[in-house]
């Protein structure tokens, strides 16, 4: 079955600070990988995914994600973070054929301090 | 562009009661889907279409009842609400077969089961 894990539940990072954020997923083929954002009372928006090829996809608002199969890992980073990245994100893994059902992870919580 | 459109936002039931969650997406999307989101647990399917007049069940489907008897709009029902229905509820719609990825999300409905 698939999963998903995200092990960190809370992040704090300070404005214009490196940021990463773990995700690690369980999936026997190669899976399709996503990370969605949701900022405070809204739904989820894509930032990027990866379906196959490169296996550094970039995505909106600066982010990129790297894909590493041996650690069965797709990790979001950022150069610089600003006060309007503080959210809640999320990653998720679908399937060829899996009409586009995703698994979510639990989600990290991201502030930024000024 | 209004998107993907959730009513009502809010909702506050008591035990036993009955209500019905509307989604509505003006992007001709075949697919849509209904997930729950709680905290620590991130978002779980209850259940999902993938055309008009079509549903099936998710992860968490117990409880619900759906209906898409036209393709812009999706139903969720409660029949007879707990208080673990508890939750905020997304909508989300894609496009169809052969399109891999993103989903375009509502903002959302929080509803608290007394």
């Known amino acids: 079955a698939q999963s998903v894990t995200q092990p960190d539940i809370h992040i704090t990072v300070s404005e214009g600070a490196s940021l990463e954020l773990r995700c690690n997923y369980s999936?026997?083929?190669?899976?399709?990988l996503f990370w969605y954002v949701q900022s405070p009372g809204q739904g989820l928006q894509l930032l990027l995914k990866y379906f196959s090829g490169d296996t550094l996809v970039q995505g909106i608002k600066g982010f990129e994600a790297e894909f590493k199969r041996s650690q069965s890992s797709f990790n979001l980073r950022k150069p610089s973070v600003h006060w309007s990245d503080a959210a809640e994100y999320f990653c998720a893994v679908g399937r060829s054929g899996g009409y586009n059902k995703l698994i979510f992870g639990a989600g990290t919580r991201l502030a930024v301090h000024p | 562009n209004a998107g993907v459109t959730q009513t009502p936002k809010f909702r506050v039931l008591k035990t036993g009661q009955s209500m019905t969650l509307l989604c509505a997406q003006d992007m001709n999307h075949e697919y849509m889907y209904w997930y729950r989101q709680d905290p620590g647990m991130g978002l779980r399917l209850i259940h999902y279409?993938?055309?008009?007049?079509?549903?099936a069940k998710g992860e968490v489907p117990d409880g619900y009842n759906v209906s898409r008897l036209k393709k812009q709009n999706f139903l969720l029902g409660l029949e007879s609400a707990a208080p673990s229905q508890t939750s905020v509820y997304f909508c989300a719609s894609s496009r169809g077969q052969g399109v891999i990825g993103e989903l375009f999300f509502g903002e959302g409905s929080r509803l608290t089961v007394l």
């Open positions: 999936y026997g083929a190669t899976p399709y």
């Open positions: 279409s993938v055309g008009e007049g079509t549903t």
